[in-house]
């Protein structure tokens, strides 16, 4: 992805992609400290408009401060940047992110006395889990790699070492063919997908984790606030896989994954095996949302 056109914001200023580069001993490379952000603008008929910005961007700030990383810019710079970045890109939608990372004046864990960096790229990004995926859902496999405990690494922050657990057990259920995988708790409840937290539905009644080790979304946070708004009542409480086994509807969110339903998970097919009819209805809702159809949410819409 480094060799194309267009530019980045790095450290205050629009600079061309291809020079966005920074040296091999900065110490996040190394150790594993920092923190990102993904975000998507869509394209709707006033132009285009980042969803959810400064949640976003708050999420950002959140993650630097759970791991004392002091961000040298403040959020209402940084809500800016990203709309010029996406602007100056010529993009009409695309995904935005912004990361945060330690400079290479040292090596060592006392990470002290570091530099801290700051990059927003941006770049044309279709649906991440296939194409037929929002409409027809996934096969999810269970992984064996167990998700972060909350003393362990942070589960608030959206952090670079966070990830290499997801793409554990991501590649782990792909190799197999399955399209994205399950992870659970130290305790072997459901805690989320790789990229993506999961929703399931029994009986008209809408169930998803708690927050504990999995990422606080903001697409989860949408999501509930659009079936609560619908007159759903939604439920934040510990799943058993089994429970996914034999719910009526299951989903994934995330800003990549939008909303994405799960057809099966484990072999076992979960309702009929299609989009149910509650999912379809709460990704209406949030597509008529992010591509600016509904006025109801007007202000979650920041137009670059
Ligand atoms: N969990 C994990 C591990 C993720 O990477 C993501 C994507 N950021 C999510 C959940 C969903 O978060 P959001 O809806 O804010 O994108």
Same mark, same amino acid.
């Given at each position: 992805?480094? &060799? =194309?056109?267009?530019?980045? !914001?790095?450290?205050? $200023?629009?600079?061309? !992609?291809?020079?966005?580069?920074?040296? #091999?001993?900065?110490?996040?490379?190394?150790?594993?400290?920092?923190?990102?952000?993904?975000?998507?603008?869509?394209?709707?008929? /006033?132009? +285009?408009?980042?969803?959810?910005?400064?949640?976003?961007?708050? /999420?950002? *700030?959140?993650?630097?401060? #759970?791991?004392?990383?002091?961000?040298?810019?403040?959020?209402?710079?940084?809500?800016?940047?990203?709309?010029?970045?996406?602007?100056?890109?010529?993009?009409?939608?695309?995904?935005?992110?912004?990361?945060?990372?330690?400079? %290479?004046?040292?090596?060592?864990?006392?990470?002290?006395?570091? %530099?801290?960096?700051?990059?927003?790229?941006?770049?044309? !990004?279709?649906?991440?889990?296939?194409? &037929?995926?929002?409409?027809?859902?996934? =096969?999810?496999?269970?992984?064996? *790699? +167990?998700?972060?405990?909350?003393?362990?690494?942070?589960?608030?922050?959206?952090?670079?070492?966070?990830?290499?657990?997801?793409?554990?057990?991501?590649?782990?259920?792909?190799?197999?063919?399955?399209?994205?995988?399950?992870?659970?708790?130290?305790?072997?409840?459901?805690?989320?997908?790789?990229?993506?937290?999961? *929703?399931?539905? $029994?009986?008209? =009644?809408?169930?998803?984790?708690?927050?504990?080790?999995?990422?606080?979304?903001?697409?989860?946070?949408?999501?509930?606030?659009?079936?609560?708004?619908?007159?759903?009542? #939604?439920?934040?409480?510990?799943?058993?896989?089994?429970?996914?086994?034999?719910? &009526?509807?299951?989903?994934?969110?995330?800003?990549?994954?939008?909303?994405?339903?799960? /057809?099966?998970?484990?072999?076992?097919?979960?309702?009929?095996?299609? /989009?149910?009819?509650?999912?379809?209805?709460?990704?209406?809702?949030?597509?008529?949302?992010?591509?600016? $159809?509904?006025?109801?949410?007007?202000? !979650?819409?920041?137009? #670059?």
């Amino acid at each position: 992805m480094a &060799d =194309r056109d267009g530019v980045i !914001w790095y450290d205050g $200023k629009l600079v061309p !992609w291809r020079n966005a580069t920074t040296h #091999v001993l900065t110490h996040t490379l190394h150790y594993g400290m920092g923190v990102f952000e993904g975000l998507r603008a869509y394209q709707t008929p /006033r132009g +285009t408009a980042i969803f959810r910005l400064p949640e976003h961007t708050e /999420r950002l *700030f959140n993650s630097a401060h #759970v791991f004392r990383m002091k961000i040298p810019f403040d959020q209402a710079t940084l809500i800016q940047a990203q709309l010029d970045v996406v602007r100056e890109n010529g993009l009409a939608s695309g995904y935005i992110r912004p990361i945060i990372f330690y400079g %290479s004046e040292a090596m060592g864990l006392s990470a002290k006395n570091l %530099s801290v960096h700051i990059a927003i790229a941006a770049w044309s !990004w279709g649906t991440y889990l296939g194409a &037929d995926a929002l409409e027809n859902g996934i =096969r999810v496999k269970t992984s064996s *790699f +167990t998700r972060h405990h909350v003393n362990i690494n942070m589960c608030r922050a959206k952090s670079v070492s966070t990830y290499t657990n997801s793409i554990l057990a991501h590649q782990e259920v792909a190799q197999d063919g399955y399209q994205e995988a399950l992870l659970l708790d130290v305790d072997g409840y459901v805690a989320e997908g790789s990229g993506e937290n999961i *929703f399931i539905i $029994k009986k008209d =009644r809408i169930y998803t984790p708690d927050l504990t080790s999995c990422l606080e979304g903001i697409t989860r946070a949408t999501v509930i606030q659009l079936a609560e708004e619908a007159g759903m009542e #939604v439920v934040q409480k510990r799943i058993t896989r089994d429970e996914v086994y034999c719910a &009526d509807e299951a989903f994934f969110t995330g800003t990549a994954a939008e909303i994405t339903p799960i /057809r099966e998970l484990d072999c076992r097919t979960i309702g009929n095996g299609k /989009r149910g009819p509650i999912t379809e209805q709460l990704q209406t809702s949030f597509f008529d949302c992010v591509n600016g $159809k509904s006025d109801k949410h007007a202000d !979650w819409l920041h137009y #670059v």
